[in-house]
């Protein structure tokens, strides 16, 4: 497998506190991604980065941010958690924009 | 633009008998195509890829794929189902021309005993 991991693997918080998932990487690829996975919708894609301090959106980044200060992680925050934002989290990498190796997935209650 | 149509949510087979997976795909431009295997509670796990060689792609798992350009398919197979192939599949294209990658909605597949 492919060296990445996330944290925390899970998480249970109250509607308007923040929450920052992190995914870890010790493959130096170059692209990353945060997806959520919801029944019915498949993976989408919320936001990824090319590169250190590269980032662009996905189809479904409002009320997310994320950073990348360092090749190896890429930090995803919810600045203000909603239910709506209850969800399983997945990171993936990729050296380039085609296969991509992912994490093992956090999930996230908003309560 | 590009779209990828997995065009059975679910799917059931009984075990030891052929596996087939629908997928359809529009790309404009010369597309990379995935399939993904996810078990439950898991992570996805690539299972074969197309990037313009073969088109005929074998996988892992007993797994293969055929790129069909005049269908704008990428259908998976396996000859013979196991058990252990229950699971949620996703069809995935890519445009090398704008490194989009686009995610089917995923097909779940039942193996019955």
């Known amino acids: 497998d492919a060296g990445i991991t996330q944290s925390p693997r899970h998480k249970v918080t109250e509607t308007g506190t923040p929450v920052t998932l992190r995914c870890h990487q010790t493959?130096?690829?170059?692209?990353m991604y945060w997806y959520r996975q919801d029944p019915g919708h498949g993976l989408r894609l919320i936001h990824y980065s090319y590169g250190v301090k590269d980032t662009d959106k996905g189809e479904v980044s409002d009320g997310y941010s994320v950073s990348r200060s360092k090749t190896e992680d890429f930090l995803l925050t919810l600045e203000s958690a909603t239910s709506s934002q209850t969800s399983v989290y997945f990171c993936?990498?990729?050296?380039?924009?085609?296969?991509?190796?992912f994490g093992p997935g956090t999930r996230l209650t908003v309560t | 633009a590009q779209s990828v149509t997995q065009l059975d949510s679910h799917v059931s087979v009984s075990e030891g008998t052929p596996v087939l997976l629908r997928c359809n795909y529009s790309?404009?431009?010369?597309?990379?195509l995935f399939w993904y295997v996810q078990h439950p509670n898991k992570g996805l796990q690539l299972l074969l890829k197309y990037t313009s060689a073969a088109t005929l792609v074998k996988g892992i798992n007993g797994f293969e794929a055929e790129f069909k350009k005049s269908e704008t398919s990428f259908h998976l197979t396996k000859p013979s189902a196991h058990m252990s192939d229950a699971a949620e599949y996703f069809c995935?294209?890519?445009?090398?021309?704008?490194?989009?990658?686009?995610f089917g909605k995923g097909t779940r597949l039942h193996i019955l005993p």
């Open positions: 993936a990498i990729s050296d380039r924009a085609y296969e991509q190796y």
């Open positions: 790309s404009s431009y010369s597309p990379s």
């Open positions: 995935v294209v890519s445009d090398r021309r704008d490194d989009k990658i686009i």
């Open positions: 493959e130096n690829h170059r692209y």
